[in-house]
């Protein structure tokens, strides 16, 4: 039984939920934030011990970010597939691969 919750704050698809769920697995409970009724959000913050972020000024609401002040650890999920050795473009990974939506210059990206 878990005894650990994890937030994720962004919206994460299918493929990579399998991923997160797969990596996690019954170490904690994982409660993906966009999920989470609005009257619902406070609580669920307020329990978590790990928070998983992109951008918080994006994904919480000024109320909300002081509840996550006592998170055991707080991951920022931020550099995108350009900064990695895998070069998902030539599939040289072996693993899924999640790269963030980049500026228009660049073709957006999900699971590669």
Same mark, same amino acid.
Not at 11 to 21: Q, T
Not at 31 to 37: I, S
Not at 56 to 77: M, S, Y
Not at 80 to 108: F, H, T
């Given at each position: 039984?878990?005894?650990?919750? =994890? ?6 698809? %299918? ?25 619902? %959000?406070?609580?669920? =913050? ?5 928070? =998983? ?36 473009? %030539? ?10 939506? =980049? ?10």
């Amino acid at each position: 039984m878990p005894n650990a919750t =994890l937030v994720v704050t962004f919206d994460v698809h %299918r493929a990579g939920r399998e991923v997160i769920g797969e990596t996690i697995g019954t170490t904690a409970t994982i409660v993906y934030l966009p999920d989470v009724p609005p009257a619902k %959000r406070a609580t669920v =913050l307020r329990r978590a011990a790990v928070i =998983l972020a992109q951008h918080t000024a994006k994904d919480l609401t000024p109320d909300e970010i002081p509840l996550i002040r006592d998170v055991k650890l707080l991951q920022f999920v931020t550099a995108g597939w350009i900064l990695s050795p895998c070069e998902p473009s %030539r599939r040289r990974c072996q693993s899924p691969v999640m790269a963030a939506r =980049l500026p228009n210059r660049w073709p957006s990206m999900r699971w590669l």
